[in-house]
């Protein structure tokens, strides 16, 4: 399977500019799943709540939604993309997951920052998705931090973890390298380039997205640049979760109680 990652500056308020820079780089690529930014179309510092509403839209069928199943098709590919979900009254920090034309499902951020929590609601449950090649796991950003997030995931059988993030600190990078190794699974992770103000000051988007191999080895990675990068994975090499101790490090974790995410 030809995994990637898609990093580039977004274009703050402006979808269209997005969207014109996701077709841009993709229309000559290959690959058949690609992860791509957390809040990828939008950008990341909003001033309010009231203020990213006017961003925010529906996961199943807004503009958003409607743009990606289109590439998907064209792609012939899975995506994986962050949006801003307006459900109702509340806004979700939410990865949409579509394959080859089809709506696979959504994936809500459960653990925000102290700059998220004024301004979304928290997901409430952790699901991988399968599309036909591969059986993956979303965890956005924040929930990378969670050990507990990424188990909870590969128990439930993913053969992939895919990371939409944005970030300026290096502790993100290297935190998919240890996820990746203490679950023995390939991870994703795609992080925005750019700067945006907040606070009234400038802060940066380090990029420096990656690809994993099960034992935290980089496949491939990226700077600060604007990047696709592809790497081969293959996911029945990852039913079977063996590393150098064990030949099924899930059984052995399995002697540990794990529940999902829920809220206060």
């Not at 390298?177 to 991870?187: D, G, S, V």
């Not at 034992?215 to 994975?233: K, N, P, Y």
């Not at 996911?235 to 109680?257: F, G, I, Q, S, T």
């Amino acid at each position: 399977m030809l995994s990637a990652f898609l990093q580039y500056p977004v274009s703050f308020g402006d979808p269209a500019a997005n969207f014109k820079k996701i077709r841009d780089v993709l229309d000559p690529a290959r690959f058949d799943l690609l992860v791509m930014p957390e809040l990828c179309t939008i950008g990341y510092f909003h001033d309010s709540r009231e203020a990213l509403f006017l961003h925010a839209e529906s996961a199943f069928d807004g503009t958003t939604a409607q743009f990606l199943l289109q590439l998907s098709a064209d792609k012939n590919a899975t995506l994986i993309a962050g949006i801003a979900e307006r459900d109702g009254d509340h806004i979700y920090n939410t990865a949409i997951v579509v394959s080859r034309g089809r709506w696979l499902g959504k994936q809500r951020k459960c653990h925000l920052t102290r700059i998220e929590k004024p301004l979304f609601t928290p997901g409430d449950s952790l699901a991988c998705f399968d599309d036909g090649i591969c059986r993956f796991g979303v965890l956005t950003c924040f929930d990378l931090w969670m050990p507990e997030a990424a188990r909870l995931l590969v128990r439930q059988g993913a053969q992939l973890l895919c990371c939409p993030a944005n970030y300026g600190g290096p502790w993100t990078t290297r935190l998919a390298r240890i996820r990746a190794m203490e679950n023995a699974t390939p991870l994703i992770c795609a992080n925005r380039t750019g700067m945006e103000v907040y606070a009234g000051a400038e802060e940066t988007f380090r990029g420096e997205s990656q690809i994993v191999g099960p034992m935290g080895d980089v496949c491939i990675s990226a700077t600060e640049e604007t990047s696709l990068g592809v790497s081969i994975i293959d996911p029945a090499a990852h039913v079977l979760k063996a590393n150098p101790m064990c030949d099924d490090l899930m059984e052995e974790a399995r002697r540990y109680a794990l529940s999902g995410p829920h809220l206060k």
